[in-house]
């Protein structure tokens, strides 16, 4: 097994939804001893600690879009990160926070070189603030990355869009609202709902789905949690029934590691308030060291 220098990057944002608590997941996914769990491995770790996000209290009680230039403000930072990270030849795992993060992210892991994007999502994350119902900005990250929405989110470290359509493979979907499951049908996007991967199971799906992004050198993995089943993750502010269960999610996770191509991760959306004595940020926890070599054998 290739060993790595891991940098984990806290991103502890809860201005892209509602419901608080995903703030808390990087010190969830730090108390489950992640760090320690990727040593074991033979990584090399950095812990880079938690980049600057505004206090929620201290901003307009509106929330929703009202709260835009501060998730842009983080989001800047996290660009920079993600850049600096793989120009110093590690691999980022950026530990949020809500999905907002991605923003820039993934922006800042393709600056110098293109990377392909796997987001293992319930959600599209495909609205812009005209469909989205809500307002929320943890629902239109996706969209901003392929140069759709408010042009502030759109323009995170660098003018326009930070992704083709090509390079993007949307995985386990099976919530969506109505005006994004039209933008997503037109955006020319890889899309593999719960249904397609139900009928033709993980192995085929993901195989199919990785060789659509055989074309670029590296592949950046967006795990929102709430890809799995609320019964094996209770702790994520949107949970939605018929997700992945315990095992296949390590099964993607070690067929990922076996592909050789992930350079950077997110993990999202991990909400320890809603959770069971920290069940569901151990869970990911296992999950990233799955994705990072560990196998049964």
């Known amino acids: 097994m290739k060993k790595k220098t891991v940098r984990l990057i806290g991103v502890p944002m809860d201005l ?68 600096k990270a793989v120009a110093e030849n590690c691999t980022p795992i950026f530990i949020g926070g809500d999905h907002s993060i991605a923003a820039g992210t993934v922006g800042g892991v393709t600056h110098d070189e293109p990377s392909g994007l796997l987001w293992i999502d319930a959600h599209g994350d495909f609205n812009t603030p005209e469909s989205s119902p809500s307002g929320n900005i943890h629902g239109m990250p996706l969209a901003a990355l392929l140069g759709k929405g408010a042009p502030e989110l759109v323009n995170i470290g660098r003018p326009g869009p930070k992704l083709k359509p090509t390079d993007v493979v949307l995985f386990g979907v099976r919530d969506l609202d109505d005006h994004e499951r039209v933008l997503l049908k037109e955006s020319g996007i890889t899309i593999y709902t719960m249904r397609h991967i139900d009928e033709r199971s993980i192995p085929v799906v993901l195989h199919e789905a990785l060789e659509r992004l055989h074309h670029l050198p590296r592949i950046h993995v967006s795990l929102d949690v709430d890809c799995l089943d609320p019964w094996d993750a209770p702790g994520v502010g949107t949970p939605v029934p018929g997700g992945f269960t315990y095992r296949e999610a390590h099964l993607i996770m070690e067929m990922l590691y076996d592909n050789g191509k992930v350079g950077s991760i997110d993990v999202v959306e991990i909400n320890p308030i809603l959770d069971q004595k920290n069940h569901t940020a151990g869970l990911a926890a296992e999950l990233l060291a799955s994705l990072l070599g560990k196998s049964i054998l």
């Open 16 to 83: 892209g939804q509602s419901r608080r608590g995903v703030d808390m997941g990087p010190s969830a996914l730090r108390y489950a001893e992640l760090a320690t769990r990727l040593r074991k491995l033979g990584h090399a770790v950095e812990d880079a600690g938690n980049l600057e996000v505004r206090v929620r209290d201290t901003l307009s009680p509106e929330g929703g879009l009202a709260f835009l230039p501060s998730v842009v403000h983080t989001c800047n930072l996290a660009y920079e990160q993600g850049r």
